[in-house]
């Protein structure tokens, strides 16, 4: 039996061809093939959307996955002991602000010690400010960077160890607001942060509770070797301005070398008088001998502080670190 082939181009393979919508252009078979040009158009439309949707997904498909959000926290604090930024330290970001004489900064370079910048904008920030960062950071510590926490203003006073009271209150939301208000450019060696030391925060006067969200740029200050262990209990003992300031400075330096009292001076960012700044000097270092930071702190006749750290005070900062090791081996929560 003999089989007959049509011929590809001939007519009624070219029509066959023509309807199998697979082997041509939807649009164009639709136009060929329906009469009704209402139903044409509908059906046209339809195809184009399809389309579209076709080409999104391949766009879709080509684009990079994207990556869940890395979840960042600070490092832990073992009860008694606190982290905190060198920059915070050796500066006068945290200075001695004598009363009357906070002030607005506008991209104010913030004197600092060689290895550091520092630009801030906002009110000039003190001790106070300081302790009550700590408080914050302190609540914060078991909650992701950039998570929203919220807790009372007694819970930071009892960190603070002061009295609980309105005027205390006034005083942390206060402190609250310059700490989120005022921006902060740093440079600490091959270290930097653009940002704030509270990224948010606001009181909620219906839960009579902060809430506050700290920033991820944050880590980039307590990376290795940024940052020192304080020793609170010490701490909380000394007036607020310049031994605090001192005790922190010395703090974050394995040992104390001979400095001139100017240097402190403008270092901790005080205006006081050179001779009231000395007596000044010279009260705070009887009370960090008096809390067993110092072993001796005196000021010579010709203005250079010489301090020598208590024995004790290695042994404290050697505790702190060990524990903290042992506490980023322990997950969260």
Known sequence: MNIIETPKDCPETKNEISKDPNQTD????????????????????????IKRNEEAKKQNQNKPEEKEAEIIYLPQEATGYCAMPNFCLRSALFGVVEKGQRKLLDSHVIAAQKGYSIQYSGKS????????????????????LRERVCFSAPEIATIMQVKDGSATRRAIEQSIDRLSQGA?????????????????G?????????????????????????YTILEMAQRRLLTKGLASWLHGYWASH????????????????????????????????????????????????????????????????????????????????
Request: with cysteine.
């Open 26 to 49: 939807i649009v164009d078979f639709i136009e060929q093939q329906i009469s009704d040009p209402e139903v044409a158009a509908t059906l046209k439309k339809f195809s184009e959307a």
């Open 125 to 144: 920030l003190d001790q106070f400010d300081c302790d009550v960062w700590l408080a914050v950071k302190y609540l914060c510590l078991q909650h992701p």
């Open 184 to 200: 902060l450019r740093v440079k600490a060696g091959n270290v930097k942060m653009v940002g704030h030391l509270i990224d948010w």
């Open 202 to 226: 606001i009181w909620d006067e219906k839960e009579h509770k902060f809430c506050i969200r700290l920033g991820k740029e944050l880590i980039e200050v307590f990376k290795k070797d940024q």
């Open 254 to 333: 394995d040992y104390i070398y001979s400095v001139h009292a100017d240097t402190i001076q403008n270092l901790c960012g005080s205006k006081a008088s050179q001779k009231e700044f000395r007596r000044l000097a010279r009260k705070a270092l009887e009370e960090l001998v008096g809390v067993g930071f110092l072993g001796v702190g005196i000021i010579s006749r010709n203005g250079f502080i010489e301090a020598t750290k208590a024995p004790t005070v290695k042994a404290f900062k050697r505790e702190g670190r060990k524990q903290l090791k042992t506490l980023k081996e322990k997950p969260h929560g």
